[in-house]
């Protein structure tokens, strides 16, 4: 009797962490990369591309296995 409660917020808290993941977190990221790059163009003049300021583009670039 007290499992049915349990299984539907189970289900609920799945469901709502699931829409938290696949929505909210890229507006947030998409949202610190349009500040960021306003800073950046800010603080130096010059309008910076979305991808130089991407974290995992600079890593890939710099941390290439090609580059030995």
């Known amino acids: 009797m007290f499992l049915i409660p349990m ?3 189970i ?3 799945i469901a709502v ?3 938290l993941t696949l929505l ?3 507006i ?3 949202i610190g ?3 960021k790059m306003y800073w950046k163009w800010m ?3 010059v309008k910076p591309e979305r991808e ?3 974290r995992a583009i600079k890593e890939q670039k710099v941390g290439s296995y090609d580059n030995l």
């Open 52 to 54: 130089e300021l991407e």
């Open 24 to 26: 909210m977190l890229p």
């Open 7 to 9: 299984a539907i917020s």
């Open 11 to 13: 289900a609920y808290g």
């Open 28 to 30: 947030l990221l998409a």
């Open 43 to 45: 603080i130096s003049g």
């Open 17 to 19: 962490a699931t829409l």
């Open 33 to 35: 990369n349009s500040t």
